[in-house]
């Protein structure tokens, strides 16, 4: 293994375990605190029951996310310093942004998950509140600089120094509004709809496993919640990611035709399901395509002409086959998820109500079915947007080959990362199953008499 | 000889900012590190509730002390990214094992906290928590210690002493391993100075004035040794605080605090104690800065010829200003709601 290829490994672990905790961080604070408000406005204690589990669950998973989080940042120049060194300056200013709106976020996660008992309910729920806005404003700072990286601006290349710096119109490049979109809503999406398949799961077993009424009621109320956000995000989803497609077809076609799998350059381009690209024959084979469509999604017409790969420098293709499977992996399960999405919004729209209930069992199903698919499908994304702008670590500019460490050996760091983050994500599955999901009738009971005790305000 | 102007330059503010920023860390974050090391120590008939005690005063706030090392290293790579590239390639070692000791004694504190509460569960991961919280401050301390010494190589290009006087003994030698013991040390006194004023009960206060009244030997025993093998060691940060007034000013004024933070442990005046301490580490931490001015990463990268542009200093200055405008509120809100003045 080179050290290149360890480095872009070792990248490529640390990005894909800290996203999962990443988009945990920006939606489960919304759900919590959604949650406790409706507690506040019904007194109905199933709602208080239910912000305080998913406190738990958010406080295991916000911690490794802190810390894994605090790898990346030091890990853009332990393995890229030349990259740090030209975009330091530049791009540093949204990592700055996101530093202190990372700080509000922790403080006020400390003050809401030991603060219960130790301050007002108002102040309670506003601390929930700054928390889901401040972790929001956290995501979006930082794919602000990953989305200088696809389209860089601010700034003029010469002689391998960067003049004439801006670091205003570097955050405001051309990316950043597709890329902050989509990838704010996916964290909406894939932690909202991953917490709705767990919840319809316990629901739609309750008739076998005899689930108290109250309990019943529990998840009932859960899945109400998780609905409200997973539904319109799901949904809203495959918009924007059109306008994120538009986005590569304007400023990176050579990305776009890698995800398309279009070899030639071609007028009404076919769009292509599945198939595999052939990089040595220069051809999409086993594909189902449907004619002229692509041309008419990236551009709005249906004659339009779409570069193909053939247009770019051969040393200037992304690995193909991985671009174009991620490609088709993210658009498949985001499909499924706005489909059950819609679904969900149909019999809740005929009923006026987001309250399902054992008896809606194929919904049920579907909901958890597709449970995983968000975080799958984030994971896809990213390959997409990251393997898609190979060779370059600054599209156009700057090469990922030549802004790797000297340091040798990256191999070990790479598997020392990646045994980690195994054994780390096996502790945390295992905790939120042993302590969190499965406990959630034991210790409702305690819970309850503890909210009788208080009152709702 | 040295004006106030050379104080008021646009990168000097903005590596001010920088030094702050490690000084806050140093008496939050790095406290929060040396409750682990009184886990890991914790002994006596109260062995439990000495760590009941750590796991309670950290749990809400360590999270939000940790930030402050996030924000060094964002204002470092933003503000003086050819310095952040150097440091980052030169003590790429001792940097993954400081990240790996972040990552296991973060995760091991919260898994302790939401795991069975089963004795050998709780131990496992109690001891993990611990032994991290151990190893991280010794290998902080090396890492300062060693741009300290002055003699990272610049590997922009390529290895070129070999890996072990690249990669290696810059790090792991007598001077930086002085520094990593000192941080530690550091961290633990600030650790069991907090502990005193927030123990519940009077024998679980004396425990800790006991470990605080031993920690602060320790700390001025190693920060006296640490300055002299930096004569040899880090010839820089020696002449730089052995020279001049102000030198003298912060070497007393650290040991002026030390001596009085002893004082009023003895005296069983806690607040005072606590007030003091913060006192005696800020003189160590700037007395540290002091010794590297201007340089960041001696013997070549200054402030001002590692400094991003003007206008990103410009503009990151006032993000720091604004940002710290809006956090302090919002901290003081957290230490109010958890560290109550009773």
């Known amino acids: ?457 | 000889m040295t004006g106030l102007g050379e104080f008021l330059t646009l990168p000097a503010l903005v590596a001010g900012a920088i030094a702050v920023s490690l000084n806050v860390y140093a008496v939050s974050g790095g406290a929060d590190f040396g409750g682990g090391v009184w886990d890991l120590l914790a002994s006596g008939k109260r062995r439990d509730q000495q760590r009941a005690l750590v796991a309670e005063a950290i749990a809400p706030i360590w999270e939000a002390n940790h930030v402050w090392l996030i924000l060094v290293i964002v204002l470092l790579f933003t503000a003086f990214p050819a310095a952040f590239a150097r440091l980052m390639t030169a003590l790429h070692i001792p940097l993954t094992l400081m990240l790996l000791g972040i990552v296991l004694r973060g995760s091991a504190f919260t898994f302790r906290s939401y795991d069975s509460k089963r004795d050998s569960v709780q131990r496992r991961w109690g001891r993990i928590f611990a032994i991290a919280s151990v190893a991280t401050p010794l290998i902080l301390g090396m890492i300062v210690g060693a741009i300290a010494t002055g003699g990272l190589p610049n590997l922009d290009r390529a290895s070129t002493l070999g890996f072990a006087r690249d990669f290696i003994w810059p790090w792991l030698s007598p001077f930086p391993i002085g520094v990593g013991v000192l941080a530690l040390s550091v961290f633990a006194f600030l650790a069991a100075v907090y502990l005193t004023v927030e123990a519940p009960s009077e024998g679980l206060r004396e425990d800790f004035r006991a470990r605080a009244l031993g920690a602060s030997l320790v700390v001025v025993v190693v920060a006296f040794a640490d300055l002299l093998l930096a004569q040899s060691g880090a010839p820089l940060v020696w002449s730089a605080l052995t020279t001049g007034s102000f030198a003298m000013l912060l070497r007393f004024g650290a040991a002026f605090f030390a001596l009085a933070a002893m004082a009023a442990l003895w005296r069983r005046g806690y607040r005072a104690a606590r007030v003091l301490a913060l006192l005696e580490v800020s003189m160590i931490v700037w007395g540290w800065a002091w010794g590297q001015f201007p340089y960041i990463v001696p013997p070549d990268l200054t402030i001002e010829n590692a400094a991003a542009p003007p206008v990103t200093l410009r503009l990151l200055l006032g993000a720091v200003v604004v940002g710290l405008v809006l956090l302090a509120p919002s901290l003081r809100y957290l230490f109010r709601v958890f560290k109550p003045v009773t």
């Not at chain 1, 972790?135 to 004439?164: E, K, T, Y």
């Not at chain 1, 989509?182 to 629901?203: E, F, K, P, R, W």
Request: overall charge positive; charged content about 15%; hydrophobic content about 55%.
């Open chain 1, 1 to 457: 293994m080179s050290n290149l290829f360890a480095a872009r490994s070792q990248m490529a672990v640390s990005l894909a375990f800290h996203i999962i905790f990443a988009e945990v961080g920006i939606a489960m604070p919304l759900l919590m605190t959604i949650a406790e408000w409706r507690w506040q406005r019904t007194g109905d204690a199933v709602y208080l029951d239910l912000a305080k589990r998913w406190a738990k669950g958010t406080a295991i998973l916000f911690a490794v996310g802190a810390v894994s989080g605090t790898v990346l940042s030091f890990e853009l120049g332990l393995l890229w310093p030349t990259f740090m060194r030209h975009a330091g300056a530049v791009i540093g200013m949204p990592f700055s942004l996101e530093g202190f709106a990372f700080f509000t976020e922790a403080i006020f996660l400390g003050v809401y998950l030991y603060g219960w008992d130790r301050i007002s309910p108002r102040a309670h729920l506003t601390a929930g509140a700054l928390v889901a806005i401040s972790g929001a404003a956290s995501g979006i700072f930082v794919v602000i600089a990953n989305a200088w990286m696809n389209a860089p601006r601010g700034f003029r290349l010469v002689n391998g120094q960067a003049l004439d710096v801006d670091p205003v119109a570097a955050m405001l490049n051309p990316a950043a509004l597709s890329q902050t979109i989509h990838m704010t809503i996916a964290a909406y999406a894939a932690t909202a709809l991953a917490v709705a398949g767990i919840h319809a799961l316990m629901l739609r077993r309750a008739p076998l496993t005899g689930l108290a009424e109250q309990l019943q009621r529990f998840h009932r109320a859960a899945l109400g919640v998780t609905l409200a956000v997973g539904i319109p995000a799901a949904i809203l989803q495959p918009i924007s990611g059109d306008l994120s497609a538009r986005f590569v077809a304007l400023w990176q076609p050579v990305k776009l035709a890698a995800m398309e799998g279009q070899f030639e350059t071609e007028r009404g381009a076919p769009l292509r399901l599945g198939g595999w690209p052939n990089e040595s024959r220069r051809q999409t084979r086993f594909a189902l395509e449907i004619p002229r469509a692509l041309s008419l999604l990236a551009y709005h017409d249906p004659e339009a002409t779409v570069q193909g790969l053939e247009a770019f420098p051969r040393d200037e293709w992304p690995p193909v086959p991985i671009v174009h499977a991620a490609f088709q992996l993210m658009v498949g399960l985001g499909t499924a998820m706005a489909l059950v999405a819609a679904w969900a919004a149909m019999v809740a729209v005929r009923r006026r109500s987001l309250l399902f209930g054992p008896g809606d069992r194929w919904l049920l199903l579907a909901i958890a079915t597709v449970a995983p698919f968000g975080f799958l499908a984030t994971e896809a994304g990213w390959f997409v947007t990251e393997v898609g702008r190979q060779p370059w670590i600054v599209f156009g500019l700057l090469r990922t080959s030549e802004a790797v460490t000297p340091m040798p050996g990256l191999i070990l760091s790479f598997l020392l990362v990646t045994l980690l983050y195994c054994a780390l994500g096996v502790v945390v599955v295992w905790l939120l199953w042993r302590q969190i999901i499965r406990t959630s009738g034991e210790t409702l009971h305690e819970s309850r008499e503890r909210a009788l005790s208080k009152r709702a305000p």
